[in-house]
């Protein structure tokens, strides 16, 4: 047997375990006849002891990652020749060559290892040295697998055809992208002659042929033909096909193509929306039909994922996210440790039949993340910077220095209104005057001096200046300022005509950069992608910042034939807590009037007046900042070593390790020299959080792929997994901190120690699977996919840590039976999955268990002496159950695929039902068991709905292109049961005649509802005037608004026989859902020579929400009344102004129900991005050494859309401010 390896290094290969090979280069070993020569390797074996052979493939790893980098590195700097030789022997010429580049030669003929050669070179491209040496001396030669074969040329005969008579055809082939294609295919038409494209996407063809075409060929791109010419240069242009059904998805453990799939699983390749300048893996995924992600307003621009609705009504831990994998093993990580630009594509799998592979984990569905590997040819250098602004996109704003004036007026004149028995009229008047209500019979007291307010009430600026008792130089401003409650600094300010906008104070405009650069390449041996960022976000809220480091490092390595070792090392160090203004309070409980610095320009501290208390006084946010102190933030390393051993008959044994490390760490200083901090209050002080994370998980997988009889194809997957997570956490609050906290966080010894706290928590959970997996197909047109996964987790009952998932998968592809004669249909193929999933996801791995906690107080007794001893003592505040186990989720999934015109036309459609039962629920315990409740496994949710995804080229043309890609989900999740309680349900005459099960009023949960239904009052409109006795039977007035009285058997009757209602459960209704049923998206790209516009939309409609801002009520806190507040711009009631929509000012509901809430419509359709695109010319760039230069524009969150105009409360998809992003980028390709 014949060893060969790496030419540059020495390497030790593992054989099955048991054996070591070292093949140290440069060694020498000849035949026996001496006609086959090979500079190889000497070979040294030695037994490897099976106790030692884990920790042994722990340091192979490991120094196999270093190894194969510094191999990249010499490989991508050793391309050229220097050699000085002056009738030397080839042999002796090609060691030479061997010292520089490693490769190992092989002599086939006689003698060929004596000729004389003479050459002078000097930093001479290899392949052009090879000609010199062997092409110029009649040898022939080839490079595979890291050796150069080399012959003799055969002698031309008679008949064979001159070299005189050859035509030569060179040329270079890339993509549309101006990338050099290596490996493409060069052929002659009708005929055997051909060759491929080099690294560079060069090629060179001689043929004696006059007349033919050429024929130029990709695996993933169209063929193109050109035919024979007088031009011996041609420079060919492949695209790519539109949709190669041979393209190769991520199925969980392995691939499979396309067209053999028989789940329901969508791939999304970040490269073919790069127009858009995704930022963040939400942004790739947005749009994608059956996903619904979140919306982040933060500099970290997260946001949550979710996959055919929600499943459970237990909703801690992500419990309804998807699973996450990462290069094929389980990411336990934040999507922002994954930088976009590393992504080479995200699987989706949405069924039962595709994501039953991951058992006990994949109940929400699983999104596999593929990074990017190196690509055969020269190394490639890509370089990408973002500059970005973040503005507001969507705005609340607060009452403006006239508004606030104008909204305290009518604020106190609101309560002045009552019908005036002289003109019958309902205006602000009261008959009488109390302190209370010094207004009472002062028409126009609340409001400004002006000629049209005397002329209005008929009075003089004597009588409104008598209304109230005012200093002797009081002027007419300080009258009516103190009338509408301005005091203290909002006195003074407004006097003076001074103001501060605490609205714009407290957002901004960030600035956003992103930078990364990647290195990549590949070699027959060995394959690698480095590639660093920065990352550095301002939020549009003062203060939020966010900034990351982020590096990749991914190799893998042909060691042998047989063996393929590889590492991925993921590094994220990133800083994620800043102090942010509270900017709630900021605009709202300060003045326009406040001051923000004081008369010496310092700042202020309590912004509308030293002299007031509580909230009244206001918020500044830059006074508090000099008294505080914060760091914070995550390193994050997460790594994946791989193995893959090809064993005898098509089979393959995989190994993937992933040890992953996370700490945090948080530093807060809180001041107590800050005037409004004590110490002893525990709101200053220093806290110093720190918690470190390891979690490692083991894959074993081996894989078994035949054809027989050509039609007959079978793929096995056997699979072996383990893992663990261990977490510590550790926390000490220094409070009271003597003799000074001058040292800020950076010392804690002299706090308090009956007022600080040391806390810490750790925790352990464990978990392993089996998975046995067949794939079968006959002739490619009827595919069958069948699972079995046994799983077990730590975290669940004693008597249930395991459990056994199914699945089943069918697929026909109807197109390519013989009576199937539909040109027009390219591709149609029909799917039916059926399979049960697990969820494990738990706030707590101990939640089985029961629990110790300190008790609450102490307990005594008396000892033998008579002394009461005081103890402290631990209880038990939770109750074991060993019968907790997996929520299981069923799912069933019927798709169909069609392709039209060549696949110009793609669509897929798919109707799901699934049925999660066991759901994780806290049960009601009666109050003599000493718990309230035990956390168990109940009740059952149904979700159902159909998705349409459909993609189209709708113009290709040689300079213009125009694609859409148009996504439809429609989805409804309903509670089949809850805690299977019953309760009778009774006719007129309390006869029983049915049992129906109890809701979870609590909850807001109801059998035969979704999990987000609205019950609620239902609002129907706002009194008017002309209704004031009808609302005074409601105890309300004019302006309040009206609530259906649906029940109406416990109203009471009153001493005149009219019935006063009365409000309670039995009169709210469903109104509606919070989570979106409908969801749709679209997207269009366009190219124009070197130029491509795109832009893309979504929508999600048909989901609503509640909230109670229209009542006006903004004196909860008597902010107003007793203080100088501002609230937000709104409209609001007035007998001058009414609306059938917004209350008046302090609006009251019925007796009873003081603050009925509306419902509002939260649909909306988003242009969610807009970018555009230009390509330098390549004949411009390209004499820089510059493949590829593109600057590009984008603006995220462009515009929105929202059907109900009654909407003002921020975003309507977040109920919270959306930035809206401007970015100018370029990426430069080497």
């Known amino acids: 047997m014949m060893v060969t390896t790496s030419p540059a290094h020495s390497v030790w290969i593992l054989i099955f375990g048991t054996f070591f ?56 700097k050793a391309q050229t020749v220097t050699l000085n030789a002056r009738n030397k022997t080839l042999r002796e010429v090609l060691l030479e060559i061997q010292k520089q580049h490693g490769y190992s030669f092989l002599f086939r003929g006689d003698n060929i290892a004596d000729r004389r050669i003479t050459a002078q070179l000097n930093q001479v491209d290899f392949v052009d040295a090879m000609r010199v040496i062997l092409d110029e001396n009649g040898f022939a030669w080839s490079l595979e697998d890291g050796i150069i074969t080399i012959r003799k040329k055969p002698q031309v005969t008679a008949t064979q055809i001159s070299p005189l008579q050859l035509r030569s055809f060179s040329g270079r082939v890339t993509d549309e992208h101006n990338t050099p294609l290596p490996g493409a295919t060069v052929s002659i038409k009708g005929t055997t002659a051909g060759t491929k494209t080099n690294e560079n996407g060069v090629f060179e063809i001689k043929t004696s042929l006059a007349n033919g075409i050429f024929v130029f060929s990709l695996m993933g791109y169209a063929p193109v033909e050109v035919p024979f010419n007088s031009n011996t240069t041609i420079n060919v242009t492949l695209k790519e096909t539109l949709s190669d059904l041979d393209e190769v998805v991520v199925v969980g453990y392995g691939t499979a193509r396309k067209s053999d799939l028989t789940g329901a699983i969508t791939q999304l390749k970040p490269d073919e929306i790069a127009d858009e300048n995704p930022r963040t893996v939400q942004d790739i995924l947005r749009g994608t039909p059956g996903l619904t992600i979140g919306l982040d307003a933060s500099a970290k621009n997260g946001g949550s994922i979710n996959i055919r609705g929600q499943r459970s009504v237990y909703t801690e831990a992500n419990h309804n996210s998807p699973l996450l994998i990462l290069d094929g093993v389980i990411f336990y990580g934040e999507l922002s440790e994954i930088n976009p630009d590393d992504i080479e594509q995200i699987d989706v799998l949405k069924d039962a039949s595709a994501a039953a592979v991951y058992g006990a984990q994949s109940a929400n569905g699983v999104l596999i993340i593929t990074t990017k590997k190196g690509k055969q040819g020269k190394p490639k250098i890509n370089f990408t910077s973002n500059l970005g602004l973040s503005t ?112 714009d104070h407290s957002f901004r405009n960030g600035f956003n950069q992103d930078h990364n650069v990647s290195i990549s390449g590949a070699s027959d041996k060995i394959n690698y992608y480095m590639s660093a960022g920065y990352l550095s976000n301002q939020g549009v809220i003062v203060g939020d910042n966010y900034r990351a480091v982020r590096s990749n490092l991914k190799v893998d390595g042909k060691v042998t034939d047989w063996l393929n070792i590889g590492a991925n090392i993921n590094f994220q160090d990133r800083t994620d807590g800043n102090i942010a203004t509270d900017w709630g309070r900021a605009i709202t409980l300060n003045s326009p009037f406040g001051s923000y610095r004081d008369e010496n320009g310092n700042l202020e501290v309590h912004p509308q007046g030293s002299g007031l208390t509580g909230l009244i006084r206001g918020y500044n946010y830059d006074f508090d900042r000099q008294f505080q102190d914060l760091e914070s933030g995550y390193t994050v390393l997460n790594s994946i070593f791989t193995a893959k051993i090809k064993l005898p008959f098509n089979i393959t044994y995989s190994f993937n390790g992933s040890p992953r490390y996370q700490w945090f760490y948080k530093r807060y200083f809180a001041s107590s020299t800050h005037p409004d901090w004590n110490p002893l209050s525990n709101n200053a002080g220093v806290d110093r959080e720190n918690s470190k994370r390891f979690d490692w998980s083991i894959n074993n997988t081996i894989n078994w792929e035949q054809t027989f009889a050509e039609k007959h194809r079978v793929n096995i997957t056997l699979v072996q997994e383990a893992e663990e997570r261990r977490y510590w956490w550790d926390v000490i609050r220094a409070r009271n901190i003597t003799p000074t906290d001058a040292l800020g966080f950076h010392e804690t010894s002299g706090g308090d120690r009956l007022r600080s706290e040391f806390d810490t928590e750790d925790s352990r959970q464990t978990a392993d699977g089996m998975l046995a997996r067949l794939f079968y197909s006959y002739d490619d047109k009827y595919m069958f996919t069948g699972s079995v996964r046994r799983d077990g987790y730590s975290a669940f009952g004693t008597s249930n840590p395991r459990a056994t998932f199914l699945s089943a998968g069918l697929a026909w592809t109807f197109t390519k039976e013989n009576f199937f004669n539909w040109n027009a249909m390219s591709n149609g193929k029909l799917r039916l999955s059926y399979g049960q ?33 005081q103890y402290q003592y631990l ?10 186990q997996w929520e299981k989720t069923a799912s069933f999934n019927i798709g169909l695929d069609f392709g039209f015109l060549d696949n110009r036309i793609a669509t897929t459609l798919d109707y799901f039902q699934m049925s999660t039962t066991d759901m994780i629920m806290n049960q009601s315990l009666p109050n003599f068991s000493g718990f309230t409740s035990i956390t168990t496994n109940l009740g059952e949710v149904q979700n159902n709905g159909f998705e349409i995804a459909i993609n189209t080229q709708n113009i290709m043309k040689k300079d213009f292109s125009w694609s859409t890609s148009f996504g439809f989900s429609k989805y409804k999740n309903t509670i089949k049961h809850l805690y299977y309680q019953y309760q009778d349900v009774l006719d007129a005459n309390g006869n029983v005649v049915a049992s129906k099960e109890v809701d979870d ?68 209704e469903f109104l509606g859902q919070t989570q979106a049923p409908i969801m749709w998206s679209l997207r269009n790209n366009f190219t124009y020579k070197n130029f491509n516009f795109s832009f893309n939309i979504y929508s999600y409609w048909g989901h609503k929400s509640t909230n109670g801002a229209y009542l006006n009520q903004d004196n909860g806190t008597s902010t107003i009344s007793q203080g100088l507040a501002n609230t937000y711009e709104k409209p609001y009631w007035t007998p001058e102004n009414p609306s059938d929509f917004w209350a008046r000012l302090e609006s009251k509901g019925p007796a009873g129900l003081n603050a009925p809430q509306r419902v509002f419509d939260r649909s909306f359709i988003r242009l969610d991005n807009i970018s555009l695109g230009y390509a330098l010319p390549s004949k411009l760039i390209s004499r820089y050494h510059i493949e590829n230069i593109r600057v590009f524009g984008s603006v995220r969150n462009a515009a929105v859309w929202r059907k109900d105009k009654n909407w003002r409360y921020w975003d309507i998809e977040t109920g919270a401010m959306a930035p809206r992003i401007f970015t100018l980028g370029v990426n430069l390709t080497f």
């Open 392 to 503: 507001m996109g969507a705005n609340r704003p607060v009452w403006g220095p006239e508004g606030y004036l104008q909204y305290r007026q009518d604020w106190y004149i609101a309560g002045t209104y009552d019908i005036n028995p002289t003109t019958g009229n309902y205006e602000p008047y009261m008959s009488g005057s109390t302190d209370a209500l010094p207004a009472k019979g002062k028409p126009g007291y609340y409001e400004k001096l002006t000629p049209e307010m005397l002329a209005k009430y008929g009075i003089t600026e004597a009588d409104w200046r008598a209304y109230s008792v005012n200093g002797a130089d009081a002027s007419n401003e300080e009258i009516f300022a103190r009338r509408i409650g301005l005091d203290h600094n909002v006195l003074t300010n407004y006097l003076a005509g001074k103001t501060f906008d605490w609205y």
């Open 837 to 869: 999933n697990g969820n494990r996801s738990l706030a707590n791995p101990y939640i089985a268990l029961a629990n110790l906690a300190n008790g609450v107080g102490t307990q005594g007794y008396i000892n033998a002496n008579g002394d009461y001893i």
């Open 1001 to 1068: 009023i609590g909850n807001g949960w109801f059998i035969g509802q979704p999990i987000s239904a609205i019950w609620n009052y239902k609002v129907t409109g706002i009194w008017q005037v002309d209704e004031i006795d009808e609302a005074a039977r409601y105890g309300q007035r004019p302006g309040d608004p009206k609530v259906a009285n649906n029940y109406t058997a416990d109203d009471i009757q009153n001493a005149d026989g009219s019935m006063r209602p009365v409000y309670n459960d039995n009169d709210k």
């Open 875 to 884: 209880r038990i505040d939770r109750l074991a159950n060993k019968d907790l």
């Open 21 to 76: 090979l070292k093949l140290p280069k440069n060694q020498f070993l000849k035949a026996k006849l001496n006609k086959y020569m090979i500079f190889t390797s000497r070979i040294r074996v030695f037994y490897c002891p099976y106790r030692y052979r884990l920790l042994l493939t722990m340091k192979l790893a490991l120094l196999l990652t270093v190894a194969f980098t510094i191999q990249v590195m010499a490989e991508t």
